[in-house]
C-alpha cells in the first residue's frame, strides 16, 4: 500500500475532473500557477502541475465545473515529485457551500 492510498479516508466519492485551476499561494514564498485537477472531493482536489509547494503551505484554488466557479482555502496535504514536475494534494480548509455543491 502506497502513502497516498493510507492517507484515503473511507466513504469520500472523489469525482474525476479535468480542469485547469489557478492555485494562489496565501504566502510569499508560493508563487501563483496553474495546475491541472484529476480529481476532486469535498475535502480536497488532487492536482498535477510543474511546480510543487511544500507541504502545508497554504493556497488558494479557483476552477470551473459544470458551468459554476469553485473557490477554495486549503493546504497542501502531499507532494510525489515525478519527472518535470509532479502531483500534489490540496486539503481543503474553507470551502463555501455554493462551491461544495
Known amino acids: 500500500m502506497n502513502s497516498q492510498q493510507e492517507r484515503r479516508v473511507e466513504g469520500i466519492q472523489r469525482v474525476p475532473v479535468e480542469a485547469l485551476v489557478e492555485v494562489c499561494g496565501l504566502r510569499a514564498d508560493v508563487p501563483s500557477f496553474e495546475a491541472e485537477s484529476r480529481n476532486v472531493s469535498d ?3 488532487r492536482l498535477r502541475t510543474a511546480y ?7 493556497v488558494v484554488c479557483r476552477f470551473e465545473s459544470d458551468g459554476q466557479e ?3 482555502e486549503g493546504v497542501i496535504a502531499w ?7 509532479g502531483e500534489f494534494g490540496v486539503r481543503f480548509t474553507a470551502l463555501n457551500s455554493k462551491s461544495a455543491q
Not at 510543487?52 to 497554504?58: E, N, Q, S, V
Not at 507532494?79 to 514536475?85: A, D, I, K, L, P
Open 79 to 85: 507532494r510525489n515529485e515525478q519527472s518535470r514536475g
Open 43 to 45: 475535502r480536497g482536489i
Open 70 to 72: 469553485v473557490l477554495a
Open 52 to 58: 510543487l509547494p511544500d507541504i502545508g503551505a497554504p
